[in-house]
Structure formats: C-alpha cells, structure tokens
C-alpha cells in the first residue's frame, strides 16, 4: 500500500542525495529545538477498490533533540485539498470525496548524520486522524442525493526521511511515512517541507 508514494520518494531522495554535498554539516545535538512546515500528500489505499483517493495536507511539527541524534516531535495537520472519483451506474452517476480534516500525532526519530550533507533518520510513534467522506448520487429517476459522515482512527506510525542542512540553521525535508496500516486500508503520506533549528 502506498507504493507510488514510496516510489516518488525514492526518486527525490537520490536526486537531493546527489546535490546535497555542498550543504553544511548537520547539528543534532542535544538540546536543540526545532520546528518546521511540509506540503503533504496522502494516499488513502482502500482493499478491494482499485483507485485510491490523495487529499492534501499542511503538517506543521516542533520537536526537541533529548539525545544526541534522538528527537521527539509533535505534529498536527490540516487539509488544504480533498479528492474525488466519480463512478458510471446503469442508474446513473456516484461521486465519492475523502479529505483529512485533521491528523495529530508524537513520534520518536533516530538521526544518523552524513558529513557535510544533514541526515537520514527513521520515524516511530503513534498517529490519530479525522477523515471526511461525501457520497453523491444522482439517479435518473429520483434525482440528486447527499450523504456526508467522518470516521477517526488511531495506530502505530512509522517511516523515513532525509534532512538536507542548507544552513546551519535551515534544512529541507523530505518524508515518507504510513500513518496507519489497517487490515481494510492503510494512510500514507509523503511530507515535503522546511525545518528551522533554534
């Protein structure tokens, strides 16, 4: 599940690999604090249906080193897009749209540092979202017809990242994480973004 996500990540993560070797070295060190905002794109993979649904997001996140290399982060995140599929029936037209109205989460991150390029580092922690979905019908016979409901849900979150130090208080980042992994569907997301050290 969420394999054209890892896949783009994968891609980023050599292309920024390449470049990187003029950045300054990362700083890791106990103490530090940071914090940081990424574009994300979710991947919400359904079993049994074969298009997934990709909703847009903000996450904003803050964290502390409490060891060398080893942070602890908070992040919350709220949608900036939804996403739809529409579907052909003998009877006429269905329409479905997910959005994430919120997703909130701590996480515990281990940093093992390159020279003069910034890090990678592995995600753990644990993840509660909010999801919205919307189903419209519109029959030929009876007309239109809304349906609105959300769901939450909560489990073990994990991934991994690369931080690309610009400055010696500046990276860019990028992320691939599953958010939640369920026996029917599972949440992925590749996060994009800026972080500033302090």
Request: hydrophobic share 40%; glycine share 12%.
């Amino acid at each position: 599940m969420g394999r054209c996500f890892l896949r783009k990540f994968i891609r980023a993560f050599l292309v920024i690999g390449s470049v990187a070797m003029a950045a300054n070295a990362s700083h890791l060190s106990e103490g530090t604090k940071y914090g940081g905002l990424s574009y994300t794109m979710m991947d919400y993979d359904l079993d049994g249906v074969s298009e997934s649904y990709s909703p847009a997001a903000l996450t904003g996140r803050l964290g502390i080193f409490v060891k060398e290399g080893i942070a602890v982060e908070g992040r919350l995140a709220l949608e900036i897009s939804d996403d739809s599929h529409s579907y052909d029936a003998s009877w006429g037209e269905a329409k479905v749209t997910l959005g994430l109205k919120s997703l909130i989460g701590a996480y515990v991150i281990g940093h093992v540092p390159l020279e003069n390029v910034g890090s990678i580092y592995g995600v753990l922690g644990f993840t509660k979202l909010e999801t919205s979905v919307r189903y419209q019908e519109y029959d030929n016979s009876w007309g239109y017809y809304s349906e609105s409901a959300s769901e939450s849900d909560s489990g073990l979150s994990y991934g991994f990242g690369f931080d690309w130090k610009v400055r010696s208080d500046v990276a860019l980042n990028i992320e691939y994480m599953l958010y939640v992994n369920e026996s029917d569907y599972s949440m992925s997301a590749l996060n994009m973004g800026i972080k500033f050290y302090f």
